[in-house]
């Protein structure tokens, strides 16, 4: 397998681009309309190591500046997905998504699906419930986008389910490729004991703030470019020894049909396939029910 080519800023020949620095410096670097999906997580306020605590209308006007700077690289075909959670300021919630969608609204982007990221580990609280769940906003700039759903469809309640009357009795009345997923996700977090587990404090597919570089191991996986940046060079130097893990196949990854417990069931739950970048075409097999969206990815 022909290495990876890995840049330190934009170049449009690398398979991905890993920039430690602000985000702002590297978007500026990319020319219009050249990334065809965006997927990140920002920070979210709260004041962890990795961030400054700001007033939320401060934050709000940062998060504008690359908000701009995402929709102006984006093509006009293209998604943005933003996922974020709740701003707690003195024991009171403050939706993020509530508070960016007008941002993304004025610059003429058009909402798709608010999605629903639901998990069964984070923070407890002790005056309030504790949260379980985040949001994630696909937004296109035009009606004219790209979405396939086959790709992702998942397989039906009742497959052998039929028509009972009518012109199609006896006819399966469910699609034979799956049906559409729901725009609620039942996906675990990355857990402390969990052998993905990195030193980032927030561990998910993120980009611009890329963390420690999971969302290009997935874009790289399907065959596409990847663009990323975060301001701690040590997250951009985990996140290229990881990407280098996956390409020679050594990649720390949980077994792939290893059973978890769910206390809320009698039966144990098989988590989603963990995939590496050697042997490529028997990990698309794997993935072809299953969907993983790259960061700011351009679409080769």
Request: glycine residues 6%.
């Amino acid at each position: 397998m022909e290495s990876m080519k890995l840049a330190d800023r934009f170049d449009p020949d690398a398979n991905a681009v890993l920039f430690a620095g602000d985000c702002l410096d590297l978007l500026r670097s990319v020319p219009d309309g050249l990334v065809k999906l965006v997927v990140t997580s920002p920070p979210y306020n709260l004041g962890k190591s990795y961030e400054n605590r700001l007033d939320i209308g401060e934050y709000l006007s940062l998060q504008r500046s690359v908000i701009e700077e995402c929709v102006r690289v984006t093509s006009k075909n293209g998604s943005i997905c933003w996922q974020v959670g709740n701003f707690v300021d003195n024991g009171e919630i403050v939706p993020l998504d509530l508070k960016l969608y007008p941002i993304f609204e004025s610059l003429g982007l058009r909402l798709r699906n608010r999605v629903v990221w639901h998990f069964g580990h984070g923070l407890h609280a002790s005056r309030r419930f504790s949260g379980r769940y985040e949001v994630i906003l696909w937004f296109t700039r035009t009606n004219d986008y790209t979405f396939n759903l086959d790709a992702v469809r998942v397989p039906p309640k009742y497959p052998n389910k039929k028509h009972f009357k009518g012109p199609k009795a006896g006819q399966l009345s469910c699609n034979p490729l799956g049906k559409n997923p729901t725009d609620v996700w039942d996906i675990p977090n990355v857990k402390a004991n969990h052998v993905e587990k990195t030193e980032h404090p927030c561990q998910f597919p993120v980009d611009p703030f890329m963390g420690v570089g999971s969302a290009q191991i997935a874009a790289l996986i399907h065959g596409r470019r990847t663009i990323g940046a975060d301001i701690e060079p040590r997250y951009v130097r985990i996140a290229e020894s990881r990407i280098r893990a996956a390409e020679a196949g050594t990649l720390r990854i949980r077994p792939m049909e290893r059973t978890v417990y769910d206390p809320s069931s009698p039966k144990e739950s098989v988590p989603p396939k963990y995939v590496s970048l050697h042997n490529r075409e028997d990990q698309m097999k794997l993935l072809e029910r299953k969907t993983i969206f790259p960061s700011i990815s351009r679409g080769e």
